[in-house]
T-cell receptor, first 111, second 117 residues
């Protein structure tokens, strides 16, 4: 069965520091991969997606993610975090006829 | 282009009542999916509609139902509400259903916050 794992429930970083959020998936074939961000009281906004081709994908707000097939991972990165990046981040897999979401990682940014 | 619109934004109900939530997808999007989001369970898939047909359903009891209209707008209904139904209900739309293009990202509305007293 398909599944998405975000091992870090909560992460705290200092403003200006780099960030990496982990995502691992379980799927028999190459999936379509997405990262979403959710601010309090709002819906999910798409940050970036991997469909095929170049395994390093760029997204909005300065985020990027790298697909590593050998590790079944799709980690999200940002070189310098801003206070406005504090939010909940969800990794998702498009597989078969459904989307599967991870349980999310809550990001706190301290000044 | 207007985004996904969900109404109402907030609802308070009591146990045993029923509720109907509405979702208007992005213009041109024909697939609408519903999710339940709670702190303990994360995002749980409820069902997905395309061209007025339910194409996929998550693992929820029959109290949860939905429908889609010819203009792609969708409603979900929850009957005999229970305390555990308190959640944020999110609607997402995409041009095609996941099975025909799960490479197309879903676009989410801001959700309806349902509280059961």
């Amino acid at each position: 069965a398909q599944s998405v794992t975000q091992p870090d429930i909560h992460i705290t970083v200092s403003e200006g520091a780099s960030l990496e959020l982990r995502c691992n998936y379980s799927y028999g074939a190459t999936p379509y991969l997405f990262w979403y961000v959710q601010s309090p009281g709002q819906g999910l906004q798409l940050l970036l997606k991997y469909l095929s081709g170049d395994t390093l994908v760029q997204g909005i707000k300065g985020f990027e993610a790298e697909f590593k097939r050998s590790q079944s991972s799709f980690n999200l990165r940002k070189p310098s975090v801003h206070w406005s990046d504090a939010a909940e981040y969800f990794c998702a897999v498009g597989a078969g006829n459904q989307f599967y979401f991870g349980t999310g990682t809550s990001l706190t940014v301290i000044p | 282009k207007a985004g996904v619109t969900q109404t109402p934004r907030y609802l308070i109900k009591t146990r045993g009542q029923q509720v109907t939530l509405s979702c208007s997808p992005i213009s041109g999007h024909r697939s609408v999916s519903w999710y339940q989001q709670t702190p303990g369970q994360g995002l749980q898939f409820l069902f997905e509609y395309f061209s007025e047909t339910q194409r996929n359903k998550g693992n929820f009891p029959g109290r949860f139902s939905g429908r889609q209209f010819s203009n792609s707008r969708s409603e979900m209904n929850v009957s005999t509400l229970e305390l555990g139904d308190s959640a944020l209900y999110l609607c997402a739309s995409s041009p095609n259903p996941p099975g025909q293009g799960s490479n197309q990202p879903q676009h989410f509305g801001d959700g309806t916050r349902l509280s059961i007293l």
